[in-house]
């Protein structure tokens, strides 16, 4: 048994990718978030697992294909929702956000492979982190973590190490937060749903 955890807020405008619109409005915001989150449960479906659980702040629509398991975010910090969305796993289990639509299967089946490890680690280059998977999920070691600042990452691998877990790191990627973020991965992956919606809005916005 393996699962796959995607936690997610529905695109709606206006509560989503709030710091794109700086650049972008609020519905172009949300669109960019709809190629996101939809790149990144294709990838999920083409990964080998189990399960594939997408972990959702909002209501699902039609952005969310056959074969994901939609279950509702619970109330709390960041680092409540993401320790109870290990806490539906069902053996070994990689956890990642809407924020890179870059990912391929091929990186998600690396982070559920836990040889000679127990923890896999995909730092994000903002600090924080992309990926977080755990051989024996144990939500305890996401609790009071501080998240959405800069060493959120480096707390969080220390916190997997200091309970004696061998951890082992996947590939730094790119969160997308910013325009320029944005820019940066629609150039880096540029056969995406992503990387098209924001060439398309980019032609009109410049």
């Known amino acids: 048994m393996s699962t796959l955890l995607v936690i997610a807020k529905a695109p709606v405008p206006g509560r989503v ?4 619109t700086t650049r972008f409005t609020p519905e172009q915001a949300a669109g960019l978030a709809r190629a996101a989150l939809e790149d990144t449960l294709a990838a999920v479906l083409a990964t080998p697992c189990t399960r594939r659980v997408l972990v959702l702040d909002g209501r699902p629509g ?14 709390g910090g960041l680092d ?11 053996g070994p289990a990689l956890l990642i956000g809407m924020d890179t639509p870059q990912v391929t299967p091929d990186l ?13 680690y995909g730092p994000a280059d903002d600090g924080g982190f992309w990926a977080l998977g755990l051989a024996a999920p144990d ?3 996401l609790l ?9 990452g480096e707390e969080q691998r220390r916190r997997l190490t200091a309970a004696g877990l061998a951890v ?7 969160d997308v937060d910013t325009p320029a973020d ?7 992956a540029p056969g995406t749903r992503f990387a098209a919606v924001h060439c398309g809005l980019c032609a009109v916005t410049r």
């Open 17 to 20: 990718k709030t710091r794109l």
């Open 62 to 75: 039609p952005w969310v294909p056959p074969g994901i398991e939609v279950v509702p975010q619970c109330a």
């Open 80 to 90: 409540a929702r993401l320790a109870a969305a290990f806490a539906l796993a069902e």
């Open 108 to 120: 998600l089946t690396a982070g559920l492979d836990f040889t000679g490890a127990d923890a896999r």
């Open 139 to 141: 939500p305890a070691l």
């Open 144 to 152: 009071g973590v501080p998240m959405s600042v800069p060493h959120t």
């Open 168 to 174: 082992r790191d996947l590939p730094e990627l790119c």
């Open 182 to 188: 944005a820019e940066r991965v629609a150039a880096a």
